[in-house]
């Protein structure tokens, strides 16, 4: 099994930031401050919509 090659985005200024890596057929998702920690995975569909829905603003951190 290949290594798993996580991504910042370059909009990430401080340490408050996800990463995304793909393995095989799922997107991964992941806490940078936490990167033992858990994480997310969804299939190519799910991914889609997800980054529709924060791409339309629908999903904005509530202190916002």
């Given at each position: 099994m290949?290594?798993?090659v996580w991504r910042r985005s370059t909009q990430c200024?401080?340490?408050a930031c996800v990463e995304?890596?793909?393995q095989d057929e799922k997107f991964l998702v992941r806490d940078s401050a936490d990167p033992d920690g858990g994480r997310l995975a969804?299939?190519?569909g799910a991914w889609a919509a997800f980054v529709?829905?924060?791409?339309?603003?629908?999903l904005r951190?509530?202190?916002e």
């Open positions: 290949a290594e798993i200024g401080t340490s995304v890596a793909r969804f299939d190519a529709a829905e924060i791409r339309g603003g629908g951190p509530e202190s």
